[in-house]
C-alpha cells in the first residue's frame, strides 16, 4: 500500500482546506490523519475506520475539522475549516488493517506529509 497526501499549502486564520490522501494498491484499510508542526512532536489529529461509519477526533479540532473516505476513489479527505495558526503543520495520513487510533506507532503505512501553515 502506498499513500499520496495532498492539499496543504498557505492560508489565513479563519481560511478552509482539504486534504487527500489517495491509496494504491490494497485498500479499505482504518486511516489517521497526524500532524508534527517544527519543534513538537507528532500529534493524533483524526481517524476513519474502513468503511467510513467511526470517526474519532482530537479535541483541539472537533466541530472544526471532519474526515470522510470514498473507498470507489481509494481516498481519504480531511476537511479543515476555521483553520488556526497553531493548526500549521506537516499533515501526514496512515493506514492500518488494524483500528490503531492515535497510537502512530502501530501504523504500517504512512504518507509523505503535506504541510499546512495558517497565517494569523
Known amino acids: 500500500v502506498q499513500l499520496q497526501a495532498s492539499g496543504g499549502g498557505l492560508v489565513q486564520a479563519g481560511d478552509s482546506l482539504r486534504l487527500s490522501c489517495a491509496a494504491s494498491?490494497?485498500?479499505?484499510?482504518?486511516m489517521g490523519w497526524f500532524r508534527q508542526a517544527p519543534g513538537k512532536e507528532r500529534e493524533f489529529v483524526a481517524a476513519?475506520?474502513?468503511?467510513?461509519?467511526?470517526?474519532v477526533y482530537t479535541d483541539s479540532v472537533k466541530g472544526r475539522f471532519t474526515l470522510s473516505r470514498d473507498n470507489a476513489k481509494n481516498t481519504v479527505y480531511l476537511q479543515m475549516d476555521s483553520l488556526k495558526p497553531e493548526d500549521t503543520a506537516v499533515y501526514y495520513c496512515?493506514?492500518?488493517?488494524?483500528?490503531?487510533?492515535?497510537?502512530?506507532?502501530?501504523?504500517?503505512?504512512w504518507g509523505q506529509g503535506t504541510l499546512v501553515t495558517v497565517s494569523s
Open positions: 494498491g490494497r485498500t479499505f484499510y482504518n
Open positions: 476513519i475506520n474502513w468503511n467510513g461509519l467511526s470517526t
Open positions: 496512515a493506514g492500518d488493517r488494524a483500528w490503531p487510533l492515535d497510537r502512530w506507532h502501530e501504523y504500517d503505512y
